[in-house]
C-alpha cells in the first residue's frame, strides 16, 4: 500500500483556518486520497475524499497537488469540536483488482485547537 | 437512523480464555471491516467481508482471529486462546460497498482487555 507522511501534530486558534499537510509521493493513478478524523475515545469519522479534483463539503475542502503527491486538509474555521488525530489515507484497489476494501492508516496528526 | 452498534463496549477476560465480539452494521451496507487500534496507534486492519464472504482477511495476525457473516449483516470477531498483547479497541465499520469513493462509518469499539 502506498504511504502517506504526516505531521505528529499541530496547534491552531478557534475560529482560524487550519490546514492539515499530507505527501504521498508512491500514489498509484487508481488511489483515492480519503481524510478521517478520530474524535478521543470514538471510532474514526469519514472527513472527505478526492482523487484529482479539489474537493469542497461541509465539513472541509481538500486540496490535491497537481502531480497529486501531496494533498491539504483544509478546515476554515476551527471550532473546539475539531481537535481530533486527523488521518490522511490513500485507498487503493484490493489485490483482485476489482474493489477497494481496507483502509490503511497511519499515524495521523493531532490537531489542537485553542480557544 | 441507527449507526454501526458493537457489542460488548468493554471486554476483560483472561489470558487463555476465547473471545467474542459483535458489529451490527448499518441496515443495507453489503460491505463490513475489522480494525483494531493499540494504545497511540492508528487503526490496523484485520479483515472485511462483502456480504457473507470474507473479500480479504490478510490483517488477521495468525490463526487465533476468526470472522464470520453468516447472512450478510451482524459480524462476529473470535479469538481464542487470548494473550495480553491482544488488548486493544478493536473496531468495527461498514459501508454500503467496498468502493474507493465511500466512505466507511465506524462503531464505538470494543476494548478487550486481557489480563
Known amino acids: 500500500d502506498a504511504k502517506t507522511t504526516q505531521p505528529n501534530s499541530m496547534e491552531s486558534n478557534e475560529e482560524e483556518p487550519v490546514h492539515l499537510p499530507c505527501n504521498h509521493s508512491t500514489i498509484s493513478g487508481t488511489d483515492y486520497i480519503h481524510w478521517y478524523r478520530q474524535l478521543p475515545s470514538q471510532g474514526p469519522e469519514y472527513v472527505i475524499h478526492?482523487?484529482?479534483s479539489n474537493v469542497n463539503n461541509r465539513m472541509a475542502s481538500l486540496a490535491i497537488a497537481e502531480d497529486r503527491k501531496s494533498s491539504t486538509l483544509i478546515l476554515h474555521r476551527a471550532t473546539l469540536r475539531d481537535a481530533a488525530v486527523y488521518y490522511c489515507?490513500?485507498?487503493?484497489?484490493?489485490?483482485?483488482?476489482?474493489?477497494?476494501?481496507?483502509?490503511?492508516f497511519g499515524q495521523g496528526t493531532i490537531l489542537t485547537v485553542h480557544p | 437512523g441507527a449507526g454501526v452498534s458493537q457489542t460488548p463496549s468493554n471486554k476483560v477476560t483472561e489470558k487463555g480464555k476465547y473471545v467474542e465480539l459483535r458489529c451490527d452494521p448499518i441496515s443495507g451496507h453489503t460491505a463490513l471491516y475489522w480494525y483494531r487500534q493499540s494504545l497511540g496507534q492508528g487503526p490496523e486492519f484485520l479483515i472485511y467481508?462483502?456480504?457473507?464472504?470474507?473479500?480479504?482477511d490478510s490483517g488477521l495476525p495468525n490463526d487465533r482471529f476468526f470472522a464470520v457473516r453468516p447472512e450478510g449483516s451482524v459480524s462476529t470477531l473470535k479469538i481464542q486462546r487470548t494473550e495480553r498483547g491482544d488488548s486493544a479497541v478493536y473496531l468495527c465499520?461498514?459501508?454500503?460497498?467496498?468502493?474507493?469513493?465511500?466512505?466507511?462509518?465506524f462503531g464505538p469499539g470494543t476494548r478487550l482487555t486481557v489480563l
Open positions: 489515507i490513500l485507498r487503493d484497489r484490493d489485490a483482485g483488482g476489482t474493489s477497494y476494501g481496507k483502509l490503511t
Open positions: 478526492g482523487l484529482t
Open positions: 465499520a461498514s459501508s454500503l460497498m467496498a468502493s474507493g469513493r465511500g466512505e466507511q462509518f
Open positions: 467481508f462483502q456480504g457473507t464472504g470474507a473479500a480479504d
